[in-house]
């Protein structure tokens, strides 16, 4: 029984495993490799949503971008290398993609839909190393392509150098091989001694590159058989036809033997001929009994000699049996060969008929794509090409708004405009995601109200001069008989130092201290002008320092403000309540006039440009 083992990672060998065993063969599974699915960043798999074209390498890249839960443009033109990698599509995406007719990059390359591909945006769903040739033509077609890694695959670390002695020993046969990556995992840990087996081994491989990959491990062309594509169908097919070709050898054997046989028995047959002669030429000289004794010999040589006849037509009918069977197991063969090949035509029809398909679904969508590209490129004719000086010099104003001016607003209107600039070019998606985060961010601050607490501030000033004092007027001086003037005669010194001592105590005020009763100070018209011009002076450096955004400077002159207005003037007036509420609302005003903000379209668009 043809031993065959099967390299696939886990979990993709079972079906071709189970066909094997029922076809008569003795199947096993050992992977090589392990399969990581990886989680790349937001940044890259942002290009899924406005995707023209998506390529999915494998099914693995399928399923590890499935998980991820992208979001994705559904419709885009979607790509897959095999078969089965588009049916993995369709049962996760809901998408039917297109196939080549040879299972490799070569293959995808040579798809109608991907030859002009100019201008579009195309994203490669892959995992990690592989070939680059489908992203290096597809960048010289002009494309804007980017790569999505999604999966790695890495030897099975517990993979040793024994397991060759084992599978020797197992009398396996033939190798499934389905990637360069599990030729290396494979060959790269062996010893001479090892290798040597594992060279004379016949490998069963998916396409004509991992043929030539084995080559180069000293393996013989004679021993490696090349399957239509990686599906288990098409391995199932070549290994199968590859045992059935073997098979034929023994019954050729087996026909000669027959014939060896059949020329043993014709040389028994002519024996009794020469036994039956020979009595004749001594009849004359013998008696009656020796006569009798003859014939009774004669018949009995003849019952022998018929036996040894019988028995020869027997052989003969037994060989003419024999080689009836050999030409219908030949006619078998060959219409089991006509099967297989008639199997094959069918499932290149069926491949070439879902090319169509997917062709004839494609071919409104390119047209229109066709027409838009017309139109984009007729307008860039009459219009001026992107010029990445615009773009920088956009960039810096933004910069110069932000930083140097703290205009927020202007520059976000900066940094939209430059974004309007790049929508009308492709290739730019990367460079207009940074330039809408920075835009969100800089929407989000909210800049200092200066005109409208400027104004406040002018509203208190007029209104400074309806506040009332809580001070007593001072009478204002009037010209009064001084009833206590000195006499100059010398006789009246007893009445000038009365007079005298009453003009001292006059010029006193007189204060009564009452406890618990606050007494109302005494201020004279031109100290109320003086405290009214001094509280003015305090709210217009207020608006100074907003204009001039200093804002420790503002807070200090509302704080003096209030002071004054607190020591001088009613409390329970109206007006003093409504000037006291507007100075208190302002001291509670934000003024960050110096907010920290990086701009991350900056360094995004400098590698842009370069």
Known sequence: MTHILITRPEGKGAALAEQLEQAGYQASLFPVLNINYLTPSSTQLSPLINADKIIFISQDAVKALAQLKPDINIKAQFYAVGQQTADTIYELFGVRAATPKQFDSEGILALKSLAQVDGSNIVLVKGHGGRPDIAKVLKERGAFLNNCVVYEREPVPDLTNDWTDHWKSSNVHGIVITSNAAVDAMFTPLAAQQLQWLQQCHFYVASERIAAYLQQQHVSLANIHIAAGASDNAMFTCINQQGSSMSEQPKSITTENTT????????????????????????????????????????????????????????????TIVNELSEQNKLLQQELAA??????????ALFNSEEKVSEALTQSTLENQQALKAALQKAQQQGSSLNPQEVTSLQRMAEFKLWAEKDYQGASAVLKRLDGLLSEYPGTIEVRQAIMQDIQTLDSLKPVATEAIYLQLNSVINRIDELVFNAVNLPEET?????HALSEDINDWQQNISNSWNKI????????????????PLLTDQERNLINQRIKLNIAQAQDALLS???????????????????????????????????????????????????????????WVQ
């Open 505 to 520: 105590v006059d010029s006193f005020i007189t204060i009564r201290r009452h406890e618990g009763i606050a007494i109302e």
């Open 479 to 483: 010209l009064v008989i001084d009833e």
């Open 549 to 607: 955004k200093q804002a420790s400077i503002y807070f200090s002159a509302l704080n003096e403000a209030k002071r004054l207005i607190s020591e001088y003037f009613k409390q329970d007036d109206d007006a003093t309540k409504s000037v006291l509420n507007t100075l208190s609302k302002l001291e509670k005003e934000q003024l960050n006039f110096s907010q920290e903000v990086t701009l991350q379209s900056t360094q995004t668009v400098k590698e």
């Open 260 to 319: 060896s046989t059949a020329s043993s028995s014709t040389s028994v047959k002519n024996e009794p001929a020469s036994v039956k002669n020979k009595p004749a030429n001594d009849k004359q000289k013998v008696s009656k009994v020796a006569s009798l004794a003859l014939l009774i010999s004669l018949v009995v040589a003849s019952g022998v000699g018929y036996e040894f006849y019988q028995k020869l037509n027997a052989g003969k009918a037994q060989n």
């Open 339 to 348: 099967l297989k090949s008639s199997q094959m035509s069918l499932q290149q």
